[in-house]
Every structure is written in C-alpha cells, then in structure tokens.
C-alpha cells in the first residue's frame, strides 16, 4: 500500500450455483498484524456472489488478505476473482474567495463552479470546510449530465455487485432524461456487455412520479424465466418534462467477473406499427369488420405484442383480485401470506383502494418496483388510499395490512381490501387474434395469446371489430398497440 493513500478497496468475486450455497469472505490484516476489515455479506436466502471491503487512511506497506468459507456439503470449491485498488482525493473544481474570516454571528459565501461529467449520470464530489484549528466539515457537491439525442442518445455503466441482502437490489444505477412536447413515443434499451446470468431491471418514472413502463432481461422459458443480455422499454405519448431511469441490478450478481459493463440508447419516435382496414364514417351495426395490424420490433431484445382496444371515454371500473391472492387478509399476518394483488391498466388516471376491517388497520400498496406507493389511511375500521396522474403504474399491484398500534397485547382480526381505478374504457366489442393483457384487470378469464417477435421481426395482428347500437349511434375507439413481460406481468 503506498504513502498518503485516503482508501483501501478490495473487491471479490466468486460463481456460486444452486449446488454450492457457500459465502466466500475476505479479511484484510495491516502491516503492523492488525485486523482491519471483513467483507461480511448479508447473505441469507439471497447469495451475493460479491464482496467488497473499504479502509478509510490504510497504514503503507504491505496488507495480507485472507479467504475463507464455512465448511459444509454445499461449501465452494472453485475460482475466486479479487481486485485491490488505493484511491486519494484529488482537486475538483474552484472555489472563490478561497477563504473567509467570520466574526460571531457572521455569514459569508463560497462561490464553487465545477463540470459536470462527461457522460450520463452522476457525479458526486464534496466541498471540504477547514478551519486554522484543524476542524473538517464537508458539503455534498452533486453534479448531473443527462442522456441527450446528441450522441445518439448513449449511456453506460457498470455492474459490480451487491451484499446479498433479502429483498434489495444489488446495485441500483439512475440516469436522467428531458423530453420535449409532442413525441409520439421513445424506446429505451440496455444490453450487458458480459455475463447474461444476471437479472436486470429498468424502470422508467415520469414527471408525475409513476413508472409507466417496466423491462427485464428476463424472458418467459419452458422451465421458468430465461436471462438474456438485452432489455428494451417502450412509452407511448410521453409526459413532457424530465424522466428517471432507474436500472436495478438483482441480488446475487453473477460472480464470474468483478465487473461487467452496460450500455444503451434513447429514441424517440421509434415504434413501428401501422394499420389497415380500420372503420370511420357510417357501417353497418352487427356486420364484423377485420382490421390488420402489423408491427415490427425495432428494439434489442424479444418482445410480446397484443393489441388493446379502448373507447375514448373514462369510467370507474372494479379490479379483479389476481388469481393466486384474495381479497381478505387475516391479522397478524401468517407467514405464508401473498398480500391482495391487482392488475392495473395503462391509461390508468387514478387508483383507489378501499379497505375493510374488524379492528383498526392500515394498509401499504405499491407496483412491482415500489413506485407509485398508496398509504391506507385509517379511520376507525375502514382506510383508503389513492393515487392519480396522468398515467398511473401500470402492472401488478400488491397491498398488505397492518394493525394500527401500538396495542395491549395480542391483536387478531380480518381485513377485506377491493381496488378502482378510473381509466379509459375497454371495448368489449372488438376481438384479436392476441386478446388483451389489460382485460385480465377487471376480468381474469379475458383472453390473451401474445406473439413473441425477435429483434427485427414483424407481425400481422388480425382485429375484429363488430359495430353494435341503435342506428345513429357515434362510436370512437382508439385501438392500441402494447409489449408485455410475462415475468414481470408488466410492459
């Protein structure tokens, strides 16, 4: 280790399996024999694969790292991949007047000018305060470049790995992004540049606080859910304003690398889909008129496309409890308990969720990435929450009850939770060769039979639309095309 070094970090990796559960750990002994660090993961039911150790002023001279795993039947025996690197802080930016005199009570400025780096992300620095005394503070110095069509609009970044922690992400990695009135649409893809056997998630959050669309590089298998290296997003008539992608990358990483990197692209006005045959004007009520729409997948990865047809009214609609869930909780909650779970639809406005209950009680709910997130405020035996924009998370929604404490003593009881939403309205009079996902929301038996394109694959999507009313009547639709994730439940 040299002289003046501010940090120590020690990185490890190691390829675990279903056949060698086994955490490897590393401790690091300084030069005078003393023990410094371990990396500790928090494995439980999720494996890290990932270590990492950081020694904040490491003595110079040499260090000794040590590995080792607990022995037992499913233990490790294999390739370990480690990695030591010493950091310094270093100058970044200006700072004017470079020092101030203050009298008590005084205040002063520090004007800090600095550039924001270079490619999408963040850049996180810090203004160091020091006194004559010897007396440091410091103040977070954030700085921001968004994704931009500029450069085609390209981003990258780069996995490492996570503590094994239940529950949480590994790593989760944000970018930001402006855009303007108007676009039809944008696509979003990421593509991992090492390892596929690692799950990725990308969500992507309007202005409004909803993540209106959400991708994996999972894909549906024979044998359950298939890794590839590839996802792709897709959002119809954005919100104007600025996004946030948020990439979560799942517990536990590979380990066959300390690293492996990522890049991807925005576009607008990317989708490709067209129509032909679609009624206007006057038709004929009762006669089947056939529709053909064909889409071709323009993105990185496989996608499944159906077709969602709407009217242009909005109305109050009842969701169905997903098959799987149910609609009474019992408290406490056992631990085998699924929660209550909905399937919201896109051209969602809001979103209500009632709850009643035996004892007082409230509720948390949220979609499969945690945002939006619905707060069951109690009143008495019953609570409500709700939540509303312009376009509400879409895809699976879960809610869980809680008792309202603290009590005396134990608390037993039963809840009953039901979910609305005020969205635009199904048009159960036009059929498809793909069903509709969307209809599985407020009925579980609607059909829904997507087609899976490939990269650069195209496909004719057959609709049939059967006028019906009184003579005179004026009917308007819309008729929307969509993607799907089967394990995400979601597009």
């Known amino acids: ?85 010493s950091t310094k802080y270093v100058d970044f930016g200006s700072v004017s007047p470079k020092t101030l005199t203050l009298k008590p009570g005084q205040s002063g400025t520090f004007h800090v000018n600095g550039t924001t780096p270079g490619q999408p992300g963040d850049l996180s620095a810090a203004v160091e305060l020091d006194t004559p005394l010897g007396a440091v503070s410091s103040v977070p110095f954030t700085l921001r470049s968004l994704i931009t069509t500029a450069n085609g609009g390209a981003f990258s970044g780069t996995i490492v790995g996570g503590n094994g922690r239940d529950f949480a992400p590994a790593q989760t990695q944000t970018y930001w992004f402006d855009v303007p009135a108007g676009k039809k649409d944008f696509g979003l893809d990421v593509s991992l540049g090492g390892d596929p056997n690692q799950v990725v998630y990308a969500a992507l959050q309007s202005p409004s606080g909803q993540v209106v669309s959400l991708s994996t590089n999972q894909q549906p298998g024979a044998s359950g859910a298939v890794r590839t290296k590839t996802l792709q997003s897709y959002v119809r008539a954005p919100e104007k304003g600025r996004w946030e992608l ?75 409890v997903l098959p799987g869930t149910s609609a009474n909780q019992t408290i406490p909650q056992p631990a085998t308990a699924t929660g209550t779970a909905w399937l919201v639809p896109t051209e969602t406005r809001s979103l209500t969720i009632q709850q009643n209950a035996t004892l007082p009680a409230d509720f948390d709910a949220s979609g499969f990435s945690g945002v939006a997130e619905v707060y069951g405020s109690p009143r008495g035996n019953s609570a409500t929450g709700s939540t509303a924009a312009p376009e509400v998370t879409q895809g699976q929604w879960l809610a869980i009850a ?12 039963s809840v009953t939770l039901a979910a609305q939403v005020h969205a635009q309205d199904f048009d159960r009079t036009v059929t498809s060769t793909t069903g509709d996902l969307w209809r599985f929301s407020v009925d579980t038996q609607a059909d829904f039979a997507p087609v899976t ?39």
């Open 1 to 85: 280790m040299p002289f003046g070094a501010d940090h120590l970090q020690g990185d490890l990796a190691w390829p675990g399996n279903s056949s060698q559960t086994a955490t490897v750990r590393m401790a690091l002994i300084d030069p005078n024999g003393v023990y410094q660090v371990d990396s500790r993961p928090q494995n439980s039911g999720s494996q890290s694969n990932h270590g990492r150790v950081d020694v904040h002023n490491p003595a110079p001279g040499t260090w000794t790292a040590v590995f080792y795993v607990t022995k037992g039947a499913t233990g490790f025996k294999g390739n370990v991949a480690y990695q030591f690197t």
């Open 246 to 320: 948020v990439i979560n990358v799942n517990q536990g990483v590979s380990g066959t690398a300390l690293s492996q990197p990522f890049t991807g692209h925005l576009k607008f006005n990317t989708v490709d889909a067209t129509v032909t045959g679609l009624p206007s004007g006057k038709v004929q009520a009762g006669k089947p008129i056939q529709v053909q729409v064909k889409v071709r997948n323009n993105g990185v990865a496989p996608e499944a496309v159906f077709v969602d047809p709407r009217l242009t009214t909005e109305v109050d609609q009842a969701l169905a």
């Open 402 to 413: 809680t008792p309202v404490g603290p009590e005396d003593g134990d608390v037993a009881g």
């Open 453 to 491: 394109l490939a990269p650069g694959q195209s496909t004719t999507i057959t609709v049939t639309v059967t006028p019906t009313g009184a003579k005179g009547t004026k009917v308007s639709g819309v008729l929307y095309v969509d993607n799907f994730n089967g394990v995400l439940l979601s597009g």
